[in-house]
C-alpha cells in the first residue's frame, strides 16, 4: 500500500454524538480519565500511570503522543499499522508520519456516536484485522487505540492473539496517560518484547536475519544511524558486539535483543521495555558512552555486566578515552547554554556540550525521572546544572529568560520564544538527529553547529531593535495602526444574544 488511510465501511452517523466522542486532547483529561475507568479501562491506565508517572508537566505540550507508537510500528518490516481514533487524530498522525517519511500505509477503522456507543467500534477493529492478517504479508498487526476509544473502554485486549501466525498486538496510547511521544514508543516496543519474549519461552523461535558471532549488547533508544557502529568498535576490545537495538525494524529482531548479555538502556525512559528484559533474566546499564567521563564509567558497567574481565575493559579504555579527550579538546565549546527537549537524551547532549567546554546551567527534559538516567543526573548535578524532569515548557522559557543563554536548544515553541527575545536557538531534535552522540565520533560534533548558532547573536539583537514592536500585541494583524475598535453597537448587540439564549435554555429545562 502506498501512503493512503484504509478505512473499513462503517454505519451512517445518526448525529447523536455523545459528549465523549467530541472529547480530545484540548481539554477534559479527568473526564476522560474518568469515562475510561468507568469503561473498564483501569488496568491499562494502572499501567501506564505506573510507567509514565506524572508530574510537574503531566500532560503532553507537544505532539499528539501516539505518533511514538505509531512510528516505532510503521518503521518495522512486515508489520501493518491501523489506529483507532477521532478522524481529526488520525488525520495528523497520518500527516506527520508522511512529513518523517514513513511511506508506509496507516490503517484506520473510522467510527461515529453510534457505532462507539454500541460496541461496533469493536467489531470493525476486529474485521479489519482478519483482513489484514495475512501471513504472505505480515509478520504482526499493531492496532493503537486512540483518546476516545480507550475512553470509551474498546477491548483490544480481546483481540485474538495470533491469525494465521501473524502476531496481533493492541494497545492503548491516550494523550490523557502517556505523557510525551517518546513514552509512546515505549507502550509499542514493550508490547512487542513481552510476546517475543513469552514465544522464545514457549518454544523455538526464528534467527534473526545478521547475528553477531560475539556475546552482543543490546542498545535501547532510536539512535543516529553512525552511533551503534561506534559503540560496536568500543565493545570489540571486550570480546562484544552490537546486538539488533529496541526499538527493532524486524519481529524477528526482537529474539536477537532478548537473546543478549546485557541492556544499554541509552534512552533513560523505556520502562515497559527494560521490564522484559529484566524478566529474561537481563542485566541492565543506565547512561551511555557520551564524553570522556560517560564513555569510561559506562565501558567500566557494561563489562562489568557482561563478565568481562578487567585488562579487556582496560584495553577498550586505552584504545578509545585518548581519542574522545583529542577530540573535545580540538573542537572545543565556549559559549553559555541551556538544553531542553522531549527526545530523552537531553541529559547525555548536556554532559558532552559540557565537556567540550559549554557552560550549562539548565537542563530540562520533557521525559520522567528514572534509574537509568540517575548517573547523568549526579554527574550534572555535581557540575552546578538544574536538571529538571517532565520539565514543562513554562520552566524551559523561564530558565531561558533568567539565564539569557548564547544558546538555547530546545523545542519549537521555545525557540520562537527565544529568537523574538534575540536569543540565538536551535532545536534539539535538529540538532541530535543529525549527528552522532556516542564515543570519539560524538565528542567533536557538537562545536561546529554551536559556533555556528552563537555567532548570530549580534544579528538576532539587531533584527530584535529593527522590528522594536512591529508585529506584537495590537500590530500583530495585518493593517492595523491603532488598537482596533469593536464596531458599534457590537458588544450590546451580543449582551442581547446571550441573554435571550440564556432564557430559551431555562425553558426547555423547567
Ligand atoms: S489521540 Fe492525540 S491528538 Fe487525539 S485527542 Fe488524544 S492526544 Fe489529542
Known amino acids: ?25 484540548h481539554g477534559g483529561r479527568e473526564t476522560m480519565l474518568d469515562a475510561a475507568r468507568a469503561a473498564g479501562k483501569s488496568e ?102 486512540l483518546c476516545v476509544p480507550t475512553a470509551s473502554g474498546v477491548p483490544l485486549d480481546r483481540l485474538p492473539r495470533a491469525i494465521d501466525g501473524v502476531r496481533i498486538i493492541g494497545i492503548d496510547v491516550p494523550g490523557f496517560g502517556v505523557p510525551t511521544h517518546a513514552e509512546a514508543k515505549d507502550v509499542l516496543a514493550g508490547a512487542m518484547l513481552r510476546y517475543a519474549r513469552q514465544e522464545a519461552e514457549a518454544g523455538p523461535v526464528a534467527r534473526p536475519r545478521t547475528q553477531a558471532d560475539l556475546p552482543t549488547i543490546t542498545l535501547v533508544g532510536e539512535l543516529f544511524p553512525v552511533d551503534p557502529i561506534g559503540v560496536g568498535a568500543m565493545l ?87 581519542a574522545i579527550k583529542g577530540a573535545l579538546a580540538a573542537n572545543p565549546i565556549s559559549a553559555r547554554v541551556t538544553v531542553s527537549g522531549y527526545e530523552g537524551s537531553e541529559l547525555l547532549v548536556a554532559r558532552l556540550l559540557i565537556e567540550a567546554g559549554a557552560d550549562v546551567p539548565y537542563v530540562g527534559t520533557a521525559c520522567p525521572r528514572t534509574d537509568w538516567s540517575a548517573a547523568d543526573r549526579e554527574w550534572l548535578e555535581a557540575r552546578g546544572v538544574h536538571v529538571q ?59 561546529q553547529i554551536v559556533a555556528a548558532q552563537t555567532r548570530g547573536r549580534e544579528r538576532f539583537a539587531r533584527m530584535v531593535s529593527f522590528f522594536d514592536k512591529v508585529g506584537a500585541g495590537e500590530t500583530a494583524g495585518y493593517g492595523f495602526k491603532d488598537v482596533p475598535k469593536d464596531p458599534p453597537g457590537s458588544k450590546e448587540r451580543y449582551r442581547k444574544m446571550r441573554l435571550a439564549k440564556a432564557k430559551a435554555t431555562e425553558a426547555i429545562g423547567s
Open 44 to 145: 491499562s491506565l494502572d499501567r501506564l500511570l505506573a510507567d509514565y508517572p506524572r508530574g510537574p508537566h503531566d500532560q503532553p505540550q507537544s505532539m499528539c503522543p501516539a505518533f511514538g507508537s505509531l512510528r516505532v510500528g510503521l518503521r518495522m518490516r512486515r508489520t501493518a499499522t491501523i489506529l483507532s481514533g477521532s478522524a481529526c487524530c488520525v488525520y495528523g498522525l497520518t500527516f506527520t508520519s508522511h512529513f518523517y517519511g514513513a511511506k508506509r500505509s496507516v490503517g484506520y477503522v473510522p467510527f461515529n456516536s453510534e457505532t462507539l456507543v454500541r460496541g461496533q467500534l469493536y467489531e470493525d477493529i476486529r474485521d479489519a484485522v482478519y483482513k489484514m492478517a495475512k501471513p504472505e504479508d505480515y509478520d504482526a498487526v499493531v492496532v493503537i487505540n
Open 389 to 447: 524532569y517532565r520539565a514543562s515548557l513554562e520552566q524551559d522559557v523561564a530558565a531561558m529568560e533568567e539565564v539569557r543563554p548564547d544558546l538555547a536548544v530546545g523545542t519549537t515553541p521555545l525557540v520562537q520564544k527565544a529568537k523574538a527575545l534575540g536569543i540565538p536557538a536551535l532545536y534539539f531534535t535538529n540538532m541530535v538527529s543529525a549527528r552522532p552522540l556516542f564515543g570519539p565520533a560524538g565528542a567533536g560534533s557538537l562545536a
Open 1 to 25: 500500500m502506498d501512503g493512503s488511510i484504509a478505512p473499513t465501511p462503517v454505519a451512517v452517523d445518526t448525529g447523536q454524538t455523545p459528549a465523549l466522542a467530541d472529547a480530545s486532547c
Open 236 to 322: 570489540a576490545p571486550m570480546g562484544l558486539a552490537v546486538g539488533p537495538q529496541i526499538p527493532s525494524r524486524e519481529w524477528r529482531d526482537l529474539y536477537g535483543a532478548l537473546d543478549c548479555e546485557a541492556v544499554a538502556a541509552v534512552h533513560p525512559f523505556y520502562t515497559a521495555s527494560l521490564r522484559e528484559f529484566a524478566a529474561a533474566g537481563r542485566p541492565i546499564v543506565g547512561s551511555a558512552p557520551v564524553g570522556h567521563d560517560g564513555t569510561a564509567a559506562w565501558l567500566d558497567a557494561i563489562g562489568k555486566a557482561a563478565n568481562v574481565s578487567f585488562d579487556k575493559i582496560d584495553a577498550a579504555k586505552a584504545k578509545f578515552l585518548p
